[in-house]
């Protein structure tokens, strides 16, 4: 690691598409109380699931801070994360705390944008908040949606088995068409943001059943597949054309 001798500085790092579980595993007579900690510069953070379950009383899902040594964060974009901790039964006290992203150590230049972050209502003066900023960093943030209660909007996220907890939004989620517009083309599940010209919240885009239908028959026609005759909303003479695959691609990608 960087020291005083050795310049190993840690620079242009993507954390995309993982799964942080906090109770899965062999796990450590310590809880989890940080799922992911930043020392380093020029790192997006993006399209990531935290589910906090079964951590410590006191939970941060990605913490920026400068180790030691080496230089302070900054260039750091922390967007389109699914931060979901609903677990309170080790709370303890006023003390404790429930937190999204934690901006210390003099970090400067940081970005945090269309977070979904899930977390219990407060039952004993908790701190519970998206950003925590410690030292009152150089920090951006947008359109980041915090949902307290028993309704997350998700599908399946609290499913005994951890790979099969579903973080996908339900088609009445408020996360759905509010986010803000960045540099970020695909989601969780690998499909294209935005589907309809508007971004979703979290590591999830959310697809109609309709569009994903449509999207289907786009793939079957480009691997020369027959869609088997699907009856198209934009099809006047009962044959799949050119034309309506063009009128496919223009709802799905929100072109009109």
């Given at each position: 690691p960087q020291n005083s001798v050795k310049d190993e500085r840690l620079m242009d790092i993507i954390v995309?598409?993982?799964?942080?579980?906090?109770?899965?595993?062999?796990?450590?007579?310590?809880?989890?109380?940080?799922?992911?900690?930043?020392?380093?510069?020029?790192?997006?953070?993006?399209?990531?699931?935290?589910?906090?379950?079964?951590?410590?009383?006191?939970?941060?899902?990605?913490?920026?801070?400068?180790?030691?040594?080496?230089?302070?964060?900054?260039?750091?974009?922390?967007?389109?994360?699914?931060?979901?901790?609903?677990?309170f039964d080790n709370v303890q006290n006023a003390w404790n705390f429930f937190v999204g992203v934690q901006v210390e150590n003099t970090a400067g230049n940081i970005g945090?944008?269309?977070?979904?972050?899930v977390f219990p209502e407060n039952t004993k003066g908790?701190?519970?908040?998206?950003?925590?900023?410690?030292?009152?960093?150089?920090?951006?943030?947008?359109n980041n949606l915090l949902i307290q209660g028993t309704y997350s909007g998700l599908t399946m996220p609290g499913h005994s088995d951890h790979l099969k907890r579903d973080f996908s939004l339900l088609n009445d989620s408020p996360a759905i068409d509010q986010g803000a517009t960045i540099q970020l083309l695909r989601d969780f599940a690998g499909m294209p943001r935005p589907v309809n010209g508007i971004f979703d919240i979290g590591a999830f885009e959310y697809i109609a059943a309709s569009k994903l239908k449509q999207s289907i028959i786009i793939l079957k026609l480009l691997a020369g597949m027959d869609p088997k005759g699907v009856n198209l909303a934009n099809d006047t003479d009962g044959i799949l054309d050119m034309q309506d695959v063009l009128n496919i691609l223009k709802n799905v990608s929100g072109l009109r």
């Open positions: 995309e598409n993982n799964r942080f579980f906090a109770d899965y595993g062999n796990l450590s007579s310590r809880l989890v109380i940080r799922s992911l900690i930043v020392w380093a510069r020029d790192v997006s953070v993006r399209n990531n699931i935290f589910d906090g379950n079964g951590s410590d009383s006191s939970y941060v899902a990605v913490v920026i801070e400068q180790r030691g040594i080496e230089p302070a964060p900054s260039g750091i974009m922390v967007s389109n994360n699914t931060i979901y901790k609903t677990d945090v944008f269309n977070n979904l972050v908790e701190e519970i908040v998206i950003i925590r900023n410690m030292d009152d960093s150089a920090v951006t943030e947008s």
